[in-house]
């Protein structure tokens, strides 16, 4: 079976943590495509990382191999990758990590860069956290399955996506699953207004 998988979220949220976790427990992972340590290897030259992930990503869907994309779902090529994928017949499994604001992910990546990891401009991630959810709602669709994590203090599953429904998980839900399961409703019934999560 080939899969493509996807480990999402907005920067900083933890993607690069949760694929090291990832590693422990799944062995389908196939190549594992991470566009910040690319971008890294070229010396912090963004576009030329890019470069370098398309190719990858490019050579796996062709070759039919399993791989592995961290990504903050942002921008037209990730849909392109994605229904490429489908048309090909992977299976599309999602993993998204999610913070209740853009300041804690920008506080994060400020310890990153302390520690000596890479920086990510703060307009940028400001633009993607307020995206976040449309970039999603992109990509759920073309997903056989999606679960999502909270990493305020540790990655704890809060939810999962099953036949065109969120469906969360516990009592202790965090804001940003709360209003992605509004933003989602609200989607299907074509308004803007909220969105109710029933009994789910």
């Not at 490019?58 to 942002?74: A, H, V, Y």
């Not at 229904?83 to 990153?112: H, P």
């Not at 969120?166 to 992605?180: A, F, K, Y």
């Given at each position: 079976?080939?899969?493509?998988t996807l480990?999402?979220?907005?920067?900083?949220v933890g993607k690069?943590?949760?694929?090291?976790?990832?590693?422990?427990q799944?062995t389908?992972?196939g190549?594992?495509?991470?566009?910040?340590r690319l971008?890294a290897?070229c010396?912090g030259?963004?576009?030329e990382g890019?470069?370098?992930?398309l190719t990858l990503i490019?050579?796996?869907?062709?070759k039919?191999?399993?791989f592995?994309?961290?990504?903050?779902?942002s921008?037209h090529?990730i849909?392109?990758?994605?229904r490429q994928?489908?048309e090909?017949?992977y299976?599309?499994?999602?993993?998204y990590?999610?913070?209740?604001?853009?300041?804690?992910s920008?506080?994060?990546i400020?310890?990153r860069?302390?520690?000596?990891?890479?920086?990510?401009p703060?307009?940028d991630?400001?633009r993607?956290f307020e995206?976040?959810?449309?970039n999603l709602s992109?990509?759920?669709?073309?997903c056989s399955?999606?679960?999502f994590y909270d990493n305020?203090?540790?990655?704890?599953?809060v939810?999962?996506?099953?036949?065109?429904?969120?469906?969360?998980?516990?009592?202790?839900?965090?804001e940003?699953?709360?209003?992605?399961?509004?933003?989602l409703?609200s989607q299907?019934r074509?308004d803007?207004?909220?969105g109710?999560l029933?009994?789910?």
């Amino acid at each position: 079976m080939k899969i493509y998988t996807l480990i999402a979220g907005v920067n900083g949220v933890g993607k690069s943590s949760f694929t090291g976790v990832l590693r422990t427990q799944k062995t389908d992972l196939g190549k594992i495509i991470d566009v910040d340590r690319l971008i890294a290897q070229c010396g912090g030259n963004a576009i030329e990382g890019g470069k370098k992930a398309l190719t990858l990503i490019d050579d796996c869907l062709e070759k039919g191999i399993c791989f592995t994309q961290e990504t903050t779902l942002s921008g037209h090529r990730i849909l392109s990758n994605v229904r490429q994928a489908n048309e090909k017949g992977y299976v599309i499994r999602l993993y998204y990590i999610g913070l209740d604001t853009a300041q804690e992910s920008i506080w994060r990546i400020r310890n990153r860069v302390r520690k000596g990891g890479h920086s990510i401009p703060e307009q940028d991630v400001r633009r993607r956290f307020e995206k976040r959810f449309e970039n999603l709602s992109r990509i759920l669709p073309y997903c056989s399955e999606a679960e999502f994590y909270d990493n305020e203090n540790g990655f704890r599953e809060v939810g999962a996506y099953r036949n065109g429904d969120l469906i969360l998980m516990g009592d202790d839900r965090p804001e940003w699953i709360q209003e992605l399961g509004r933003y989602l409703g609200s989607q299907e019934r074509g308004d803007g207004e909220n969105g109710s999560l029933g009994g789910r």
